[in-house]
């Protein structure tokens, strides 16, 4: 196969003797490399190179202007934004930098396509105005700042030139519209020297005004990358520039352009539609990994999607043995540069206190646990103590002494002053210099960190409105955005992976091109302009639908010369992701001609359903000895509930010891509550055991209440905060949990019963010996409550979560072992069976009083003979001797060697 640029270079070494004369200008320096490749390939005798450029290094050396980076061309144009009189009322940087990025996109595509800037600004003037018309005499005084702002555009683009022409730069528009201004002096010093352009498409009325120009003079010539199929038919969008400029140029009257025949030869396209983007990159993986080393080297793969990138090179085949990336990898989502944005955003708010979030934030990125080695301690004991704010005293003193510098250095007081900002990020880089010699790909991002901040800080001393974090994380966003970093590879040799508009003038026998979807291929429409549609029209700026055509030609070219082309696109439908195939595939089908074949396939990973089997842990010696453990220290209610639910979590609860992960507690959660309200409850109740409740009593309980429930929340709560916010509703409700109850019992005495305090939160232990084990078991927990009613021993356990009278209601006694529905019942029986055990009750009723069910007052246990008989709350000798009976079963089964632990279904 011979590429479009061999044919080139075989024409231009036909036609000129000594090819070094020549000036080459081609759309990209990266066509240049290629071309350079193909020339030294081609060229027959020793000869020095003509001079290869891009057109972005062709304007410049006409305008004598350098192109300026976006975040120098930002702050330079907040400069003449501040000088720029007609505009009243002028915004902070931070606010400006939030729309000016939009508004210098449309200077830039005025300045390429020449417009006239006097009638077009005057014009917008009075769109702008036309939109904000009304019956009224007088607008607002809104709507008087936003037409002032439109009307001082002419000032203020007048100003941004100015300053920039002082200094020799301008954005890249601006430096187009003065290439063609000083095209004439170019011509009187270079116009007889030869001038070829290969490879262009879509023109902007700078490039037009530039090559036509040169063009002209006789000893110039371009070459079109184009093909003859897409010009015979009339309406194809891929040929739609080059038409008119066929049409339109002088250098084309008279004669006709010789045109390739290359998209006619036989073409084999697989259409391949699969599920997610990252099936994407695998597949493509599992067609290189098909390949041979000689296929590989005239194979690219081509992402629409950019993104896609670092997926693909994680799913390359390992035996690859070059390969060439053409883009650099974005730094912006690399550990280190979201570790610096992180602790820029902390310090954009001054602070004594430092959020939790924000420090774990930065102490868990892996460049935070660099700096400081006890990064994990630090996080362990924040979560542990619950801190929702904390101090840097605090973080030193959480930490074991060796990481204080760090610590100073990441949270101490900046004091929203840029300079330090910078100097304190560079001096934390500087560490990390040696700290990441190990990890090439974190160096780098390391390395292109501590340029960006250099270079924020040189801006920080020529522009006075970079006077405050908030400036520098804005200027670090927007650097990072455009920052990347590129791999080392050889360009011209093994697979090629590059986005679509690297692929200008290239060619490759295979083509894997990934993401061919509408809104990758074309991109579909944007928003991002003040310019109305209208406006466009009437001044010929590029519209959606030129831009439609640009990447119509791009995907057609691409196709020129490939033989094997496999067109993927993602088909899942996903929220606002719709997976619609690009229109292009459509156009291929419609139009597919003799010598091309379309295989379509839906390639979807293999999918095999198993009868996965319930998890099951068989006991072995080790896992009896801690049941033993279990057994005599005491089953206590909860655990033996727990197995009821599902075995498997008393298994990784009781017996592995296995807890939740320790988290900061920011908002409290029901167990906090419940332990809260126990506590209070336990304060005020315990001094009374033995003694019958007063009215006396409960209105001093009563006036302690938020003193109380105040010295829980410090206790429970620890450093966290309970004054706002969601947690002062909690604090609240905690307050109206020990309220009410306390008011249950006085309107129990005011109604002339009488309540005496026989027991508050008493630890309870009973021996229960089971003959078919050979070692000592028990039962043990906590009761809430035992007092006397009017004679009447009631066993509480209180729950502040919601408990209905049903729950605690048996029918079936076995069912109590199976189903975890009747868990309250089984531990209300569990705390009445101890109690009991002492010998000092022989009838009694157990039961829950639930904060969230308070009206119901004490939920008693009952038995029933059917689901429609009466209810019989007695807790007698003989109803405990039947739940005994259960509760041997249920510990023997939990004992039983043969019996291993299965996971229940939930």
């Known amino acids: 196969m011979q590429t479009f640029l061999e044919e080139t270079i075989e024409e231009l070494l036909k036609k000129h ?35 290869i450029i891009s057109i972005e290094e062709f304007v410049e050396i006409l305008s004598d202007l350098r192109i300026i980076d976006n975040t120098q061309l930002l702050l330079k144009s907040y400069g003449a934004y501040k000088q720029t009189t007609s505009i009243k009322e002028k915004e902070d940087f931070e606010s400006y930098a939030s729309w000016i990025q939009t508004l210098l996109n449309d200077f830039n595509e005025i300045d390429r396509y020449l417009v006239d800037t006097d009638k077009f600004f005057h014009y917008l003037g009075s769109i702008k105005s036309l939109e904000h018309w009304s019956m009224n005499d007088q607008p607002t005084e809104f709507i008087s700042n936003y037409l002032s702002f439109w009307n001082s555009l002419p000032e203020f683009y007048d ?48 490039e037009q005004t530039i090559i036509k120009e040169l063009l002209e003079t006789g000893n110039s010539e371009i070459y079109w990358d184009a093909e003859s199929y897409f010009f015979e038919d009339r309406d194809h969008s891929a040929s739609r520039f080059m038409k008119e400029y066929f049409k339109s140029w002088k250098y084309y009257s008279g004669t006709k352009p010789t045109l390739s025949a290359n998209y006619r030869r036989p073409k084999i396209f697989h259409f391949i539609e699969v599920q997610k983007n990252i099936a994407q990159v695998k597949y493509a993986g599992q067609l290189l990994a098909r390949m041979s080393q000689e296929e590989l080297n005239e194979t690219a793969v081509v992402l629409a999607d950019e993104n896609l990138l670092v997926p693909l090179i994680y799913s390359l085949p390992p035996q690859l043995k070059s390969v060439n990336i053409t883009m650099g990898v974005s730094i912006r989502n690399f550990p280190a540069s979201t570790f610096f944005l992180s602790l820029l955003q902390m310090h954009r708010k001054k602070s004594s206190q430092w959020y939790y979030k924000d420090v774990m934030r930065l102490l868990n990125n892996p460049i935070g646990s660099k700096l400081v080695h006890d990064a994990r301690t630090i996080v362990s004991e924040i979560s542990r103590q619950n801190y929702t704010y904390i101090s840097l005293a605090q973080l030193v003193n959480l930490s074991d002494g060796n990481s204080e510098e760090n610590l100073n250095l990441l949270f101490g007081e900046w004091g929203n002053d840029p300079s330090l900002a910078i100097k304190l990020s560079k001096k934390l880089l500087l560490q990390l210099k040696d700290l990441t010699r190990e990890n090439p790909m974190e160096r780098v991002t390391v390395f292109e960190l501590y340029k960006v901040f250099d270079n924020i800080g040189v801006y920080a001393k020529d522009f006075a409105h970079l006077n405050s974090i908030r400036t520098v994380y804005s200027l670090l966003e927007e650097a990072l955005s455009a920052t990347t970093t590129d791999f080392k590879g050889d360009a011209y040799q093994g697979l090629q992976i590059m986005g679509v508009l690297e692929t200008r003038v290239l060619d490759f026998k295979n083509i894997i091109l990934l993401s061919v979807n509408e809104g990758f291929l074309p991109s579909g429409k944007s928003n991002a302009s003040f310019l109305t549609y209208d406006l466009k029209k009437e001044y010929d700026l590029p519209l959606f639908t030129d831009k439609d055509a640009i990447y119509t030609y791009h995907f057609y070219r691409l196709l020129h010369r490939a033989e094997n082309i496999w067109l993927l696109y993602n088909g899942s439908s996903e929220g606002l992701n719709v997976g619609e195939k690009s229109r292009f595939l459509l ?240 531990q209300v029986l569990t705390y009445a069976l101890m109690i009991h055990s002492q010998g000092t009750i022989k009838q009694s009723e157990a039961g829950i009083i639930s904060f969230k069910n308070l009206n119901s007052g004490f939920l008693k246990f009952a038995t029933k003979t059917s689901s429609r008989s009466a209810r019989d709350h007695a807790v007698t000798e003989d109803i405990l001797k039947i739940f005994k009976t259960e509760l041997v079963k249920l510990i023997r089964e939990i004992c039983d060697p043969a019996i291993p632990f299965i996971e229940k279904e939930v």
């Open 17 to 51: 003797e000594d090819i070094a004369q020549l000036t080459i200008v081609l759309p990209s320096k990266r066509a240049g490399g290629f071309f350079k490749n193909y020339l030294r390939n081609q060229i027959a005798k020793t000869t020095f190179l003509p001079r």
């Open 159 to 206: 100003r941004l030139r100015s300053s920039l022409l002082q200094e020799g730069v301008g954005y890249q528009g601006m430096v187009y519209r003065k290439a063609a201004e000083e095209l004439e002096h170019y011509l009187s010093s270079h116009g007889d020297e030869p001038h070829v352009f290969i490879g262009f498409n879509a023109l902007n009325t700078a």
């Open 587 to 826: 156009q291929l089908e419609i139009e597919k001609l003799e010598n091309h074949k379309i295989i379509q396939e839906t390639a979807s990973p293999l999918i095999s359903i198993y009868n996965t089997p319930a998890r099951e842990i068989s006991k072995t010696k080790t896992v009896l000895n801690r049941l033993k453990e279990i057994a005599s220290n005491g089953f206590s209610p909860s655990a033996l509930t727990a197995y009821i639910r599902n075995p498997m979590d008393f298994y990784l609860s009781r017996v592995l010891k296995i807890n939740e992960a320790e988290e900061v507690e920011e908002t409290v959660d029901f167990q906090t509550l419940g332990t809260i309200v126990h506590n209070c409850l336990q304060t005020f109740y315990e001094p009374l055991e033995g003694t019958i409740l007063t009215k006396a009593d409960l209105a001093v309980m009563k006036n302690r209440v938020h003193e109380e429930v105040t010295c829980e929340f410090e206790k429970t709560f620890m450093k966290g905060e309970f004054t706002k916010g969601k947690n002062l509703l909690i604090f609240e409700v905690a307050k109206r949990y020990v309220e009410n109850l306390i008011q249950l019992d006085q309107t129990d005495l005011e109604h002339g019963h009488q309540i005496r305090i026989l027991q508050i939160e008493t630890n309870l232990k009973m021996s229960i010996p089971i003959e078919e084990l050979s070692f000592p078991v028990a039962i043990q927990g906590t009761v809430d409550r035992v007092d006397e009613r009017d004679g009447i021993v009631r066993i509480i356990d209180y729950k502040t979560g919601n408990v209905l009278q049903g729950d605690l209601e048996i029918i079936d006694w076995e069912e109590l072992r199976a189903d975890y529905k009747y868990s309250k019942a089984f």
